[in-house]
């Protein structure tokens, strides 16, 4: 742990760090080896353990921070819904330890040759918790009423799906107008493609169906209890398909929406797992040297994240792309990181994280290292020589409300270009705001938030540099600017079978985009979990908070 | 002046006024002593205090200098206070005086009104406000003052309904004074004593309100105010608690010396307690 | 009867004040930037066009505003509060389900509050300018002018953490659900900080104004003149003093309804209680209309009748004012 960080060094001073960057890069390289060494530690949990038997019964108690309105997987993607929904409900296919497709509720899958059908044979004697049994038509019926019509990123995902065809109850036949990759498909599965009873939705509008409140599923745990603002309470499902799981008795889901108060009740042992970040830096950075919690970012490497800085090209200083480019050098992002983010973030290199192995297109890509000289010289290239008081043009910053390093990230934006003669104004918005202003009406000059990258480009990643994109919808290119060349290289690679074709295209992308700059990513994250050491089988996959932890169980 | 001698005799309320002052040269020596943006990057964050002596209070957990924010902060913090105190003030006095005086329909009326603005909580008014019209500092001033001016009118006019009965007053209106005349010239000054202990209540509410909407993040943050300070020390409120506990101090030192200089008003201006 | 008659008179005089405040609220949200789709597609994470039109559609969010007005009003005057759309419930059910925590809380803190503010305040009072006054009046302001959040937090680490004497948050036990007396005994723990955290404020405020008020009253000449007739001191207070110098501290009652529940906000989510403050501030950052109206419609009724009952008791403590005015 780099102690530089927490404590601060005495003797050293703020001019010191700034003009020593060989320093830096030494401390620097220490940090990334103790946060190495640390992640080694817990690398392979299971490891130190393989030897345990898994002890059954346990109530496991989760640190739920932000109320959702609903809790069906099927109707919405997102982390806030899976950690309760994806326990009780299931999907076609998860990820394995290695992030490669698995098969939970579809047991085999194959793809004809012209991608346009893709086949899924499910498993047999799988039942709701119900007793009705499990079978293709449910399939059916969610991917077209549920994943089609209203799942977002499913709604684009599935754009093209024209009919599930169900010739026997374990068959499920995908028929798709266009090619769809199936690698493509089976990295968004995970995510997109948990299953509904169709008995129970079948009629009536599936959004305002009792049961997103009360799920019913084919999952390791039943649905008890939802007192709305307090709990969520779920049992072990006794019939669950898989022998021998659960081992856990119960999972209770505390809603706690204030980080410090989470953190409290972890240490006075009454929460056993904190996820996705859901404590403050300082408080995660304390509980990892407390022998009683692990802390670690394994297991959620399939929830990488990026942060943003996003050009609004409706300004006019920043449809130049010196500029753009000058504003990118004045920040000294490893500092950043080093000192405000501490171990849970790395340099990030581009739109696709470097925990994408089948995608990440290496370091090699066109990069903007902090260089004040060089900041100012683009600046006064671009014609932008500073006024009266130093200042060359002022900027609003906008950032998104959700995440503390975002707002640690603006104030450091806003110190970092007024030192090149830029002030910047922040602009508060809550989450609905925030949306509204930056997407809708493009009401910003400079914005700050997250792109989540999920598994594959084309979920969610391609979206915000592709055009033709309707005003409003978050999250994608709103900015005022388009590319032809990306478009194509973009399309290109969403329909492209050959996963070599794909990654290569998917790096002429990276390339493309990081050249043009209209979105620049530079910060890679991974969400952090915060358990309790007695927890064993936990993070053993990608997405493991989103799991359904069938495995799971606790030490005495 | 009589009331001057009074005020000086109780130790509060002197100690209460130094205090005041202490926070006011602060605010006026910031500049000199502080002469670069508060907000600015200034050294390693976190950084605790009497550990750099170039950082008396440390550092935030944005790397900016505590004491530089906690100078700049008096400021805005009696900016706040003063501006939203004199809005409320204002406003709740005239209705209340009005109301309590004539009584009848224009009670009737004021009071409707004033019940609208209480009926809803003051703060979740401040949220609405807040949220369609923005952080700015001076929509958050605003918005403090227009959510605080209920109570001071009410306070008026039960202050007025005691009064305007009294003895004196039936006397001035024997003597042909004009209702304006007896409002303001002789009711007001008695009605006064608890309005103005209760101004500074108004004044240490604003500056906690704001504190609170900092607190949620819904504050102005382009300026160094004591209420974001103590927002953004609520992420490391376990370890780095002084992040927050000293703007917090800051905020208790002024509201402290605001209450007691309402207080040792309250009882300086008030004939009855010469003697004690 | 006339208590009857004048309680009915007072309602119908409030209901264009309520419909008012409604119609403000309503209006003035709408030019708050985002609506309610917005702020489900950031909680979602995601979300792509067709899905937002679709849900802005169900939602009802196509229509222009007089007509989703006029569609609010006239369901409220049949009664119904609407649905929520954070909560896809009736708003009626999701304020009574969040209603009992805050009652309880906002009680807690009142009686905790008005009981000790009376009491130091007369301490103080009688003991003005001497050491005691001194020392009270010092603490009740330490205690007004400390940010409510931040002991809130200080007291779950000192309390909850360090000495484990009470549990850090929520609003009981979930792990073993109790029943009867035991579970009364459990939330009553579950209450003691959050009551604390938030009658602090109050309690220094009832002890200032009742301070006040009580030096103005033992000055009056009526109390003078019981002084000359030679009646005991107490009986002084307790009889003639304290009846007049309630006056105010009665009158504030009715101010903090309103107030209370806006502090409950920070409150309650400083110690996850599941109440309404938390609700309205949910229902603003997610542009959930129809709960934060019901909400206002509610704590509307709630301060009206708390103001009509302080009427009534001023009326009664001071003969010299009539209630209707």
Avoid at chain 3, 280 to 304: H, P
């Amino acid at each position: 742990m780099d102690s530089r960080w927490l404590n601060g060094c005495p003797d050293t001073t703020f001019g010191d760090v700034h003009m020593d960057l060989t320093r830096l890069e030494i401390s620097r390289r220490a940090a990334l080896l103790t946060s190495a060494a640390i992640a080694a530690n817990v690398v392979n949990p299971m490891r130190a353990f393989a030897q345990e038997t898994p002890r059954k019964g346990g109530v496991f108690t989760v640190h739920y921070g932000a109320e959702q309105r609903q809790l069906n997987p099927s109707l919405q993607a997102s982390t806030g819904v899976y950690i309760i929904g994806g326990k009780i409900q299931e999907n076609l296919v998860d990820l394995d330890a290695e992030g490669k497709p698995v098969g939970v509720l579809a047991e085999s899958w194959e793809a004809s040759p012209d991608g346009k059908t893709i086949t899924f044979r499910l498993r047999k004697g799988i039942t709701w918790h119900d007793g009705k049994p499990f079978t293709s038509a449910d399939v059916e019926f969610t991917a077209m009423n549920m994943w089609k019509k209203f799942l977002n990123y499913g709604s684009t995902l599935q754009l093209f799906l024209t009919a599930v065809d169900t010739p026997d109850a374990q068959t499920a036949i995908f028929r798709y107008e266009r090619p769809m990759p199936l690698n493509l498909l089976l990295r968004a599965l995970p995510d997109l493609g948990y299953v509904s009873p169709k008995h129970l939705y079948e009629s009536g509008d599936v959004r305002q169906n009792p049961a997103n409140l009360a799920p019913v599923g084919t999952g390791p745990f039943k649905f008890v209890k939802y007192e709305r603002g307090q709990y969520v309470i779920a049992d072990r499902n006794p019939d669950y398909w898989r022998s021998n799981a659960p081992y856990l008795d119960r999972i209770v889901w505390r809603v706690i929406t204030d980080r410090a108060a989470a953190a409290a009740q972890m240490e006075a042992g009454e929460l056993d797992y904190s996820p996705f970040s859901g404590l403050t830096i300082s408080d995660m950075a304390r509980l990892a040297k407390d022998k009683r919690f692990v802390v670690t970012t394994k297991g959620n490497e399939g929830n990488a994240r990026t942060n943003t800085i996003e050009f609004n090209f409706r300004r006019k200083e920043l449809s130049d792309i010196r500029v753009r480019r000058a504003i990118a050098h004045a920040i000294n992002v490893p500092f950043f990181i080093d000192n405000f983010l501490g171990d849970f973030a790395k340099l990030g290199t581009g739109p696709i994280p470097s925990t994408s192995t089948d995608f990440y297109p290496g370091p090699d890509t066109p990069q903007y290292p902090y260089d004040k000289a060089k900041a100012v010289a683009l600046l006064d290239e671009a014609g932008y020589k500073p006024g009266a008081g130093g200042t060359r043009f002022s900027l609003r910053l906008l950032p998104a409300p959700w995440g503390e390093d975002i707002s640690l990230w603006s104030t450091f934006v806003q110190q970092s270009l007024s030192e090149v003669g830029i002030p910047i104004e922040i602009v508060r918005n809550d989450g609905g705001g925030f949306l509204k202003q930056v997407y809708d009406d493009h009401a910003f000059d400079l914005a700050t938030g997250w792109h989540q990258y999920r598994n594959d480009p084309a979920i969610s990643t391609t979206v915000w540099y592709r055009s033709g994109q309707p005003k409003g919808a978050p999250w994608t290119n709103q900015w005022g600017w388009e590319d032809p060349k990306v478009d194509k290289t973009i399309d290109d690679a969403a329909t492209e079978i050959d996963p070599v074709k794909r990654k290569a295209l998917y790096a002429e992308f990276v390339k493309e985009v990081n050249t043009e700059l209209p979105v620049w990513m530079p910060i890679e994250q991974i969400f952090v979990t915060v358990i309790n050491a007695k927890a064993r089988n936990h993070s053993n996959t990608p997405r493991w908070g989103s799991t359904s932890w069938y495995d799971l169980w606790l030490s005495a | 002046m009589d009331a001057i001698k009074r005020y000086c005799r109780s130790p509060a309320a002197v100690a209460g006024l130094i205090l005041l002052l202490i926070v006011i040269a602060m605010a006026i020596s910031a500049s000199w002593l502080y002469p670069h943006d508060p907000l600015a990057l200034a050294g390693r964050p976190l950084i605790w205090p009497f550990s750099n002596p170039r950082f008396p209070l440390g550092t935030d957990n944005s790397g900016r200098d505590i004491a530089a924010q906690v100078f700049y902060g008096a400021r805005i913090s009696l900016l706040i206070g003063g501006v939203a105190t004199a809005i409320a003030i204002a406003i709740g006095v005239l209705v209340g005086a009005f109301a309590g005086y004539y009584g009848g329909p224009i009670d009737t009326i004021l009071m409707r009104i004033t019940e609208a603005f209480q009926t809803l909580p003051n703060f979740l008014l401040l949220l609405v406000l807040v949220a369609v019209f923005g952080s700015t500092l001076t929509t958050v001033t605003i918005a403090v003052g227009v959510v605080s001016w209920p109570a001071t009118a009410r306070l008026t006019r039960a202050e007025f309904l005691s009064l305007r009965n009294r003895e004196f007053v039936q006397a001035g209106r024997t003597l042909g004074m004009r209702d304006i005349q007896l409002i303001l010239g002789e009711i007001l000054p008695n009605a006064l004593p608890p309005v103005i202990v209760y101004a500074s209540v108004v004044m240490a509410v604003a500056i906690l309100l704001e504190s609170a909407l900092a607190f949620l993040r819904l504050s102005d943050p382009n300026v160094a105010s004591w209420g974001n300070l103590i927002g953004l020390g609520r992420d490391v409120l376990r370890v780095q608690w002084y992040v927050s506990a000293i703007p917090g101090v800051a905020i208790l030192a002024t509201v402290l010396a605001v209450s007691l200089v309402g207080q040792g008003l309250n009882d300086a201006l008030n004939p009855r307690l010469k003697g004690r | 009867m006339r208590i009857l008659s004048l309680a009915g008179r007072r309602l119908a005089a409030s209901i264009p004040t309520l419909i008012l405040i409604l119609i403000g609220v309503f209006l003035l949200l709408q030019f708050a930037p985002g609506d309610t789709v917005d702020a489900m597609m950031a909680q979602m994470g995601g979300g792509d066009a067709a899905t937002a039109r679709e849900l802005r559609h169900f939602y009802g969010l196509d229509l222009s505003i007089p007509a989703q007005l006029g569609n609010y009003l006239w369901r409220l005057v049949r009664l119904d509060l609407g649905f929520s759309s954070i909560y896809g419930k009736p708003v009626a059910v999701v304020i009574l389900e969040r209603l009992p925590p805050t009652i309880l809380l906002m009680t807690a803190s009142l009686s905790f509050a008005f009981f000790f503010g009376l009491l130091f305040g007369v301490i103080a009072a009688r003991a003005v300018n001497r050491w005691p006054d001194t020392l009270i009046s010092t603490l009740g302001l330490i205690f007004y002018a400390t940010p409510s959040f931040w002991f809130g937090l200080m007291a779950i680490v000192v309390f909850s953490i360090y000495l484990q004497w009470l549990p850090a948050g929520g609003f009981e036990d979930i792990g073993t659900i109790q029943t009867g007396i035991w579970r009364i005994i459990d939330i009553a723990r579950h209450l003691v900080l959050p009551a604390l955290t938030l009658g602090l404020i109050f309690l220094a405020i009832y002890l200032r104004i009742m301070r006040a008020s009580m030096l103005e009253v033992l000055n009056l000449d009526y109390v003078r003149t019981a002084r000359a007739k030679g009646l005991d001191e107490t009986r002084i207070i307790t009889r003639h003093v304290l009846r007049n110098a309630l006056l105010p501290m009665v009158t504030l009652i009715g101010l903090q309804a309103g107030t209370m529940l806006g502090g409950s906000v920070v409150v309650e989510s400083v110690f996850s209680l599941p109440g309404l403050g938390r609700l309205a501030y949910e229902s603003v950052v997610q542009r959930d209309l129809n709960t934060l109206l019901g909400i206002v419609f509610v704590s509307a009724l709630l301060v009206i009748s708390v103001n009509f009952i302080v009427d009534l008791v001023y009326a009664r403590l001071d003969p010299r004012i009539s209630v209707e005015g």
